[in-house]
């Protein structure tokens, strides 16, 4: 695996690999690596003949107040597991690499980025597809792979490249878990013992919606209710949000309609941890009578 700093460098090789017809496919992250991130690189491996993995703690996708200084950066630590996962190329340039002096573009996505984690965290989505799309740029792939756990910031990347018509092929992996249930994160060491008990309350919450959809309900605000109560039932929980919404706009769904596919999508502070987590519901998809 070699490890690259430099954009134009990282940009002349994945070129290169172009004019030999090979096929790349990029792994997007900000580094602190588990087991989710290495599901995304053995979906791009089985892809693409090139997988090029991307390190950047990005500062524009942080607000005020977010944890950019204290965010994990144990990089030989990385470097040593993307390694060993296959990856071929290691990029992980500098801040001052991605935004020089004079750095002036930012991208907007538009209403969706507003909605949700955009509201939370305002400017998060356009930080995110700013450096994303410069991301693509400079590692030239056929396609991506970005974990459904980011589900909104999936559906934000979707719309700017379609609407930017980049070309690449978005590629969704699903949520890797802990046995409990609990979605693996980069954030979870941040959870006490007492707290990493309580957050498995996110899946219950889940489950509770997969197994009331499956017996046909489409009452979807009201299903979304029950699931707020089991959250608040957990000492130490406080939600941000949590709600179905249309997969395409991120626009609040109180009643399912046949063949749509939504997400049931949820915030909850854990102690002082923020956890996103949710799941994709296509009614009528196969395990429901919708
Ligand atoms: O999901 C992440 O780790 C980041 O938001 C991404 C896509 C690497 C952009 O910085």
Not at 106 to 128: K, L, Q, W
Not at 180 to 205: F, K, M, P, Q, W
Not at 267 to 274: D, E, I, N, Q
Request: with cysteine; net charge negative; aromatic share 8%.
């Amino acid at each position: 695996m070699q490890i690259i700093t430099d954009p134009a460098e990282m940009q002349a090789i994945a070129e290169n690999f172009r004019l030999q017809r090979q096929r790349i496919g990029v792994v997007m992250t900000m580094g602190a690596l588990h087991d989710g991130h290495l599901s995304l690189v053995r979906l791009a491996q089985k892809k693409a003949g090139i997988v090029i993995m991307t390190i950047f703690v990005n500062p524009t996708q942080f607000g005020p107040g977010e944890d950019f200084e204290r965010y994990p950066r144990p990089f030989e630590q990385d470097a040593a597991l993307a390694r060993s996962a296959g990856v071929d190329y290691l990029f992980a340039p500098a801040p001052e690499q991605m935004y020089p002096e004079g750095y002036s573009t930012s991208i907007d996505p538009g209403p969706m980025a507003n909605r949700f984690e955009g509201s939370f965290r305002p400017g998060h989505f356009s930080g995110v597809a700013t450096v994303v799309i410069k991301l693509l740029n400079i590692t030239r792939p056929h396609l991506a792979v970005f974990g459904e756990k980011d589900a909104q910031q999936l559906s934000v990347i979707r719309r700017v490249v379609r609407d930017l018509n980049i070309g690449t092929i978005i590629e969704g992996a699903p949520i890797s878990r802990e046995n409990d249930g609990l979605a693996t994160s980069s954030r979870n060491i941040y959870l006490s013992a007492d707290e990493r008990e309580h957050a498995t309350v996110l899946y219950h919450a889940i489950q509770h919606a997969q197994q009331e959809t499956e017996k046909g309900r489409r009452d979807l605000g009201a299903i979304a209710g029950e699931a707020e109560s089991i959250i608040d039932s957990v000492p130490g929980t406080k939600r941000d949000y949590l709600c179905f919404v249309d997969e395409d706009t991120f626009e609040t769904a109180e009643t399912a309609i046949p063949e749509k596919a939504y997400r049931f999508i949820m915030a909850v502070r854990v102690g002082s941890t923020r956890l996103i987590d949710n799941w994709r519901y296509v009614c009528g998809g196969g395990n429901d009578e919708c």
